[in-house]
């Protein structure tokens, strides 16, 4: 199951560190890049809940099945559609526009893995080993975010019977790699029939946010997966709603970022498409670890309660973001990308945690779902605006997030409370 998650997010993070150089090379609009990733996340926070709703009806099998198969298809799709516009056989804006529609299928079906793989997990454990074997599996989604970076340079290939693969081996190799753990999953696990679940237990899936460049777990699918059923809590309620809009607004920041970062190191560094792969590689690399020393080391050793945690990563991410706007090397970008996601790596946890010890035992479920749903949904208009404000002035969406960090800081320290 570690597989599993670990795949989608890879295969996922891989694709998009190279969607900026496939988008400058098709001579498409900086800004239809950023529309692949916005639809296909939108469409992700909208089927996540979808398919883990459909867990006890179609067994847990099944859905981890659809998911893996989702992904296998919509990479192959989307490989197809880019080959055909780096050889000139259709337009590159005709191949990007099927490439979107690749991502769509991505975006619908390989929502079904990770609910599934919760519900799996969540539905074999005992309470007391449950919490760590779904942090285990949360922790997949950001490990992921650094290895599909990381091999993404790698899995650029050449002509192939005379037919040029370049930019488009990515999705081919990951989706072959798909295809062995769908393999994998369909003979190493039993089909289990679907059973109703208990009112104790429940179905054990949660919507899983959308895996992203630069992301790390936040553990709210996790508090979602191991909560029972319970008193329904709303976005604007009063004990939570300051912690909804630190996140949402965070997350906005985080999505424009990280987005436009491949944009900047091309620009920056004036490199081509095909040659600016391994420098974008190594930025996004330092910033997911950053963020996962952060959270998987940093945080553990530190006494902070989680308005604290908020308020130092708003400070840091407001610095790592502006001073990312201002590099023009490769180290500076690099190690101000870092910054940020290493101040984003203090807050989102402090937001997941603030948003859960606001209320009590019978609605952690709700806000679970709410702080998942906030996560997610930052990745659905985060990256347009992101890339948005980089095609004004490739310095202004670093800018921007950094005021917007601050502000939120110093509404952040009147607004949120210490929870009891």
Same mark, same amino acid.
């Not at 310095?395 to 939120?408: F, K, M, Q, S």
């Given at each position: 199951?570690?597989?599993?998650?670990?795949?989608?997010?890879?295969?996922?993070?891989?694709?998009?560190?190279?969607?900026?150089?496939?988008?400058?090379?098709?001579?498409?609009?900086?800004?239809?890049?950023?529309?692949?990733?916005?639809?296909?996340?939108?469409?992700?926070?909208?089927?996540?809940?979808?398919?883990?709703?459909?867990?006890?009806?179609?067994?847990?099998?099944? &859905?981890?099945?659809?998911? &893996?198969? $989702?992904?296998?298809?919509?990479?192959?799709? !989307?490989?197809?559609?880019?080959?055909?516009?780096?050889?000139?056989?259709?337009?590159?804006?005709?191949?990007?526009?099927?490439?979107?529609?690749?991502?769509? *299928?991505?975006?619908?079906?390989?929502? /079904?893995?990770?609910? /599934?793989?919760?519900?799996?997990?969540?539905?074999?454990?005992?309470? #007391?080993?449950? @919490?760590?074997?779904?942090?285990?599996?949360?922790?997949?989604?950001?490990?992921?975010?650094?290895? =599909?970076?990381?091999?993404?340079?790698?899995?650029?290939?050449?002509?192939?019977?005379?037919?040029?693969?370049?930019?488009?081996?990515?999705?081919?190799?990951?989706?072959?790699?798909?295809?062995?753990?769908?393999?994998?999953?369909?003979?190493?696990?039993?089909?289990?029939?679907?059973?109703?679940?208990?009112? #104790?237990?429940?179905? =054990?899936?949660?919507?899983?946010?959308?895996?992203? *460049?630069?992301?790390?777990?936040?553990? /709210?699918?996790?508090?979602?997966?191991?909560? =029972?059923?319970?008193?329904?809590?709303?976005?604007?309620?009063?004990? *939570?709603?300051?912690?909804?809009?630190?996140?949402?607004?965070?997350?906005?920041?985080?999505?424009?970022?990280?987005?436009?970062?491949?944009?900047?190191?091309?620009?920056?560094?004036?490199?081509?498409?095909?040659?600016?792969?391994?420098?974008?590689?190594?930025?996004?690399? &330092? $910033?997911?670890?950053?963020?996962?020393?952060?959270?998987?080391?940093?945080?553990?050793?530190?006494?902070?309660?989680?308005?604290?945690?908020?308020?130092?990563?708003?400070?840091?991410?407001?610095?790592?973001?502006?001073? @990312?706007?201002?590099?023009?090397?490769?180290?500076?970008?690099? !190690?101000?990308?870092?910054?940020?996601?290493?101040?984003?790596?203090?807050?989102?946890?402090?937001?997941?945690? =603030?948003?859960?010890?606001?209320?009590?035992?019978?609605?952690?479920?709700?806000?679970?779902?709410?702080?998942?749903?906030?996560?997610?949904?930052?990745?659905?208009?985060?990256?347009?605006?992101?890339?948005?404000?980089? #095609?004004?002035?490739?310095?202004?969406?670093?800018?921007?997030?950094?005021?917007? !960090?601050?502000?939120? /800081?110093?509404?952040?320290?009147?607004?949120?409370? @210490?929870?009891?």
């Amino acid at each position: 199951m570690f597989l599993v998650m670990l795949t989608v997010a890879a295969a996922n993070t891989a694709l998009q560190s190279v969607l900026p150089a496939l988008g400058r090379s098709l001579g498409v609009a900086d800004s239809a890049v950023a529309a692949a990733f916005s639809v296909s996340a939108l469409l992700w926070v909208l089927a996540a809940p979808f398919w883990a709703n459909r867990l006890d009806r179609h067994g847990r099998r099944t &859905m981890i099945l659809l998911g &893996m198969s $989702g992904l296998v298809t919509s990479l192959l799709v !989307c490989g197809v559609f880019l080959v055909a516009g780096i050889n000139g056989w259709i337009s590159g804006a005709a191949a990007f526009g099927l490439f979107i529609f690749g991502r769509l *299928i991505y975006g619908s079906l390989g929502a /079904a893995a990770p609910p /599934a793989v919760q519900a799996l997990v969540a539905g074999s454990t005992t309470r #007391e080993e449950r @919490t760590k074997a779904l942090t285990l599996l949360a922790s997949a989604f950001g490990l992921g975010t650094i290895v =599909g970076p990381a091999i993404a340079p790698w899995l650029i290939l050449g002509s192939l019977g005379g037919v040029e693969i370049g930019l488009a081996g990515p999705a081919f190799i990951m989706a072959a790699f798909g295809m062995l753990v769908w393999l994998f999953v369909r003979r190493m696990l039993p089909d289990d029939r679907p059973q109703p679940a208990s009112d #104790e237990e429940g179905s =054990g899936g949660a919507q899983s946010a959308y895996p992203s *460049i630069g992301g790390a777990p936040t553990g /709210a699918s996790v508090r979602a997966a191991t909560a =029972g059923k319970g008193k329904p809590v709303g976005f604007l309620d009063r004990r *939570i709603r300051a912690w909804v809009i630190v996140g949402l607004v965070m997350g906005h920041a985080q999505a424009m970022t990280s987005q436009a970062i491949g944009f900047l190191v091309m620009d920056r560094l004036g490199l081509p498409p095909a040659g600016a792969l391994e420098s974008t590689g190594l930025v996004l690399m &330092m $910033g997911a670890g950053a963020a996962l020393l952060v959270q998987w080391g940093i945080i553990p050793l530190l006494n902070l309660n989680p308005r604290q945690l908020v308020l130092v990563g708003l400070v840091i991410s407001a610095a790592g973001t502006a001073l @990312t706007g201002l590099a023009d090397s490769l180290y500076g970008i690099a !190690c101000a990308f870092a910054l940020a996601s290493l101040g984003f790596g203090f807050s989102r946890p402090g937001f997941t945690a =603030g948003a859960s010890l606001a209320v009590g035992p019978e609605a952690q479920g709700s806000v679970a779902g709410k702080v998942t749903s906030v996560n997610g949904a930052s990745f659905v208009l985060g990256p347009s605006i992101g890339v948005g404000l980089y #095609e004004a002035q490739n310095a202004l969406p670093y800018l921007t997030a950094g005021v917007a !960090c601050l502000v939120l /800081a110093i509404y952040g320290w009147a607004a949120l409370k @210490t929870p009891d």
